[in-house]
């Protein structure tokens, strides 16, 4: 989509810069055939400059007037082009900021447009009689209503947005009003960018357990198009799947893109500092897996619904002395410990499973230990013996799960 997008916009840049490099030309051309060349052609070569007058013999030749002509037209085509590039630069620029600008500050801005256009037309007339020479507009009088015309419909737009909360015949009408007042959703979901390419919590939301409306803002949207548009292979796909995702859940459940941002354009914050300051405006929760903005949005008030953290309270209560069946897929840390995983891809470290790589054993769980990643469960074989195994041995695999060494056995 963004590409259909991209490719629609540089075509209309080219025909916008095309049309103004040819009105450019045609201006250079006029200029110098209306303006330069009768005052040079004026040029009295009884003055005594010289180079005034060899200038003036050269341009009056056939060769001189064709490559001054020549150079003009060029010089119209060249400044148009800066010109023509510059202004559509900025006309793509207002045309986002209008893209997520409320429906109440659009109809207020074309109404201070329309303002400003009749103002300018009534006084029109009385502007270029002031500046007419023997009866007729001149430059300066077009120029001069130009610039009126572009003072009143910014003091017309100024005025209609101020007022746009106290005009009652649109408010009634427009979506998401009340009482002259934007409505906020109750309590909705916001989504960061990591949440979407994990893709967890589409199925989450299928299920039900997140309530309310779904919100995805317009600058997280961005970045995954961003990502998408990446020239590395792996976050190229990390973006596309994202999108996807999007799409998928769009199509789905109740959700909304762009509906309530607020944001400058022009705001240069991280999207995480972004995410929390809409939180706030919308008093909404912000649904997410990344554990930093997790503590940034909770040290700021804003409530944070981590997958992470529903995911590792979904996964099963195990207590000491359970049975279960595990296959052995790796060695572990530390001497004669082999390492499972059960369904959830909780780790299980097997004493004595060293040389069971492969095997699906019966293990019995000795104990649990709960980290920041997750849960990592401590187990030993049913009915097995660990001739390797001496009496600090769950003391020192313990420590060596959580970073430190094993402590050294002091000989009696």
């Avoid at 060769?63 to 037209?73: D, H, M, N, P, V």
């Avoid at 996807?244 to 022009?266: A, F, G, H, S």
């Avoid at 020192?396 to 970073?403: E, N, P």
Wanted: aromatic residues 6%; contains cysteine; neutral net charge.
């Amino acid at each position: 989509m963004k590409g259909e997008n991209n490719s629609g916009l540089r075509a209309w840049r080219w025909a916008v810069v095309g049309v103004l490099m040819v009105l450019g030309a045609t201006a250079g051309y006029q200029l110098f055939g209306q303006v330069i060349f009768p005052a040079v052609k004026d040029i009295n070569p009884s003055t005594g400059n010289t180079f005034l007058s060899a200038y003036s013999a050269e341009v009056q030749s056939v060769s001189g007037k064709a490559t001054a002509y020549i150079l003009f037209t060029m010089l119209g085509i060249l400044v148009s082009y800066l010109i023509s590039t510059a202004a559509f630069s900025r006309l793509v620029v207002i045309g986002d900021q209008l893209s997520v600008m409320p429906a109440t500050e659009k109809i207020a801005t074309i109404m201070g447009v329309l303002l400003g256009l009749v103002v300018t037309a009534l006084i029109s007339q009385l502007i270029l009689n002031a500046t007419a020479v023997n009866g007729k507009n001149t430059t300066l009088g077009v120029l001069l209503l130009i610039l009126v015309a572009v003072a009143f419909i910014y003091l017309g737009v100024v005025i209609m947005t101020s007022m746009k909360d106290e005009m009652p015949f649109w408010q009634g009408g427009a979506a998401g009003q009340k009482d002259g007042i934007e409505t906020k959703p109750e309590r909705c979901k916001i989504l960061d960018t990591n949440v979407i390419i994990d893709g967890r919590v589409a199925d989450i939301c299928r299920t039900g357990f997140i309530e309310g409306p779904i919100y995805v803002p317009g600058f997280v949207l961005d970045e995954l198009q961003h990502i998408a548009d990446s020239s590395d292979s792996l976050k190229r796909a990390r973006g596309r799947r994202g999108l996807d995702i999007l799409n998928q859940m769009r199509t789905e459940l109740k959700m909304m893109v762009r509906t309530y941002d607020n944001t400058d354009p022009n705001d240069r914050d991280e999207v995480d500092a972004k995410l929390v300051k809409l939180a706030k405006e919308l008093n909404g929760v912000i649904v997410t897996n990344d554990f930093n903005l997790n503590k940034v949005a909770e040290l700021q008030g804003v409530q944070v619904l981590n997958i992470n953290e529903l995911a590792n309270a979904l996964k099963p209560v195990v207590l000491p002395g359970e049975e279960m069946t595990v296959t052995i897929i790796k060695e572990g840390k530390e001497i004669n410990q082999g390492v499972a995983y059960l369904d959830d891809g909780t780790m299980i470290v097997v004493e004595g499973a060293r040389r069971r790589i492969g095997e699906t054993l019966e293990v019995v769980t000795s104990s649990v230990l709960q980290t920041v990643a997750g849960k990592m469960i401590f187990a030993s074989i049913r009915n097995g013996h660990d001739d390797e195994q001496d009496d600090d041995g769950y003391d020192r695999h313990l420590r060596s799960y959580r970073g430190g060494g094993p402590r050294r056995k002091i000989q009696h």
